[in-house]
């Protein structure tokens, strides 16, 4: 496995696969991975004969008060968890790589981004969007993966494919979590022990929401009553947003039918802000 920083030498590895007829699947990533990449990284290599995994902590996506300098970061890790899962490149740029002088032009969506976590990272998504579309153009793949525990930023990338006719496979892959349930993130490194505890908060509530629609409770104001409830009960957990929206227009429902996406964004004792969800087709 190769790790290369320059968007020429991805454009070279890329172009020589495929002369040899090879299919190409990227990984986008920020980097610090743990199983839930690793999980990422297994399905692109079981379906693609080569897989970039790029690991790049992207400012663009970051708002000024966020936690661009404070985002873990360990190239060495990164590299050896890629190369026993298989993969054949990483491409680690420089902010300066990506986007030099002068740069000027985005990819920016309305609606699927005016809700849940777009409402308090208003620059996110113009961000994800503009750099996975780059990611997108320099190694030009077959399929890319996502992770369903950020679910919005699946769907959104799902609809700017769709949009702007990206002849690109996007698969999403399943939420992993630890054995006491808190869904992998590289923030979790941010949290104290105490506040590691009172992030159970999180997977608790999704995981008694999801039973309540199992049970066929159909009214999203009482989940959603149910939820906040159990995570206000934290005092170290401070609620973003608790919301149950259609998964294709992320507009928040009454009623719970169809395809549904439940999202929670909770501050763990100003430590971290993390995230969790379940979606279901009722
Ligand atoms: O999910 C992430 O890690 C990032 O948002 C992504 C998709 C790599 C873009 O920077």
Not at 191 to 215: G, N
Request: aromatic share 6%; net charge negative; proline share 4%.
């Amino acid at each position: 496995m190769e790790i290369v920083s320059t968007i020429k030498e991805v454009r070279d590895r890329v172009k020589a696969w495929r002369k040899e007829g090879l299919t190409v699947g990227l990984v986008p990533t920020m980097g610090y991975l743990h199983e839930g990449h690793k999980s990422l990284i297994d399905k692109a290599v079981s379906q693609n004969d080569r897989v970039v995994v790029s690991v790049f902590v992207n400012p663009m996506q970051f708002g000024p008060t966020e936690d661009l300098a404070s985002y873990p970061r360990d190239l060495d890790a990164d590299a050896k968890l890629c190369e026993a899962a298989g993969a054949s490149l990483i491409f680690h740029p420089e902010p300066e790589e990506m986007y030099d002088e002068g740069f000027c032009s985005f990819v920016d969506m309305t609606g699927l981004t005016e809700a849940l976590c777009g409402l308090s990272r208003p620059v996110h998504f113009r961000g994800v969007c503009t750099v996975v579309n780059k990611l997108f153009n320099i190694v030009t793949p077959d399929r890319a993966y996502f992770g369903e525990k950020d679910a919005q930023q699946l769907a959104v990338v799902k609809r700017m494919v769709k949009d702007l006719n990206m002849d690109i496979e996007i698969v999403g892959c399943p939420i992993i979590r630890e054995a006491d349930g808190l869904a992998k993130s590289s923030r979790n490194t941010y949290l104290s022990p105490k506040s590691r505890e009172a992030a159970l908060v999180l997977s608790r509530s999704i995981f008694m929401a999801k039973k309540m629609v199992e049970d066929g409770e159909r009214d999203a104001a009482k989940v959603k009553k149910a939820m906040r409830d159990l995570i206000e009960a934290e005092p170290l957990a401070t609620i973003d947003y608790v919301e149950i929206v259609d998964v294709n227009t992320m507009k928040s429902i009454d009623t719970i039918k169809g395809e549904i996406l439940c999202a929670i964004a909770v501050n763990i004792g100003g430590e971290a802000r993390l995230i969790d969800n379940f979606m279901a087709t009722i």
